[in-house]
């Protein structure tokens, strides 16, 4: 089965500063990659996502994800983040499961804290 | 722009009462989910469906129960609420990758049913 694992669980940084958050995954196969934010008391957004060509990916709100597979790292980037970026991060991965259909599982989430 | 709805935002009900979360899209998308969300955990999915009449369940063992009647209707219940099942629960639904006619797994979330139990 797939694991996601999201290195920090929480990272603190001031504003206009560059910021990484990390993801890593176990299956190194056929594999669909993504992040979403989640603000307070909403769902998760698709901010980016990996699907095939390029490994590096760019996405909304000045954010991008480079994938390393042979590392097997999803790892998320910004260079210069501002406070309204404060949410939590969560990376996913979809691989091909038993039932012939692509599931996706998620990492525990990242805290993104930014201080003026 | 993700349209998908899910009614209640906020419950909370005493023990034993049973209680349906109500997840609809409006994206003709034929792939749908519940995931449970508990506060720096990783998201557990509890069922999902393929489309209309199929329902599956997921990686966490849950006592709620779903149907897919319609393609854009996906409600969760739970039969006797306990306190163990305080939680926030997202729908989420997913298309297929129109180049390829399969779907990748991207998601798209409604804003989630916070429940408590008394």
């Known amino acids: 089965a797939q694991s996601v694992t999201q290195l920090d669980s929480q990272v603190p940084v001031f504003e206009e500063a560059p910021v990484e958050l990390r993801c890593n995954y176990s299956?190194?196969?056929?594999?669909?990659l993504f992040w979403y934010v989640q603000y307070p008391n909403q769902g998760l957004q698709l901010l980016l996502k990996?699907?095939?060509?390029?490994?590096l990916v760019k996405g909304i709100n000045g954010f991008e994800a480079e994938f390393n597979k042979s590392q097997t790292s999803f790892h998320l980037r910004k260079p210069s983040v501002h406070i309204s970026d404060t949410a939590e991060y969560f990376c996913?991965?979809?691989?091909?499961?038993?039932?012939?259909?692509?599931?996706?599982?998620f990492g525990r989430g990242t805290s993104l804290i930014v201080h003026p | 722009e993700a349209d998908i709805y899910q009614t209640p935002r906020y419950l909370v009900i005493g023990t034993g009462k049973k209680i349906t979360l109500e997840c609809s899209q409006t994206?003709?998308?034929?792939?749908m989910y519940w995931y449970q969300q508990d506060p720096g955990m990783e998201l557990h999915l509890i069922h999902y469906?393929?489309?209309?009449?199929?329902?599956e369940k997921g990686d966490l063992s849950s006592e709620s129960t779903v149907s897919r009647i319609r393609t854009e209707h996906f409600p969760l219940t739970l039969e006797s609420a306990r306190p163990s099942h305080t939680s926030q629960y997202l729908c989420?639904?997913?298309?297929?990758?129109?180049?390829?006619?399969?779907?990748?797994?991207?998601?798209?979330f409604g804003e989630g049913s916070r429940l408590t139990v008394l």
């Open positions: 990996y699907l095939s060509g390029s490994t």
């Open positions: 989420a639904s997913s298309p297929r990758r129109r180049d390829r006619g399969f779907n990748t797994g991207e998601l798209f």
């Open positions: 469906s393929y489309g209309v009449n199929s329902t």
């Open positions: 299956s190194s196969v056929s594999v669909y």
């Open positions: 996913a991965v979809s691989d091909l499961g038993s039932g012939g259909s692509y599931i996706p599982t």
């Open positions: 994206m003709g998308h034929d792939k």
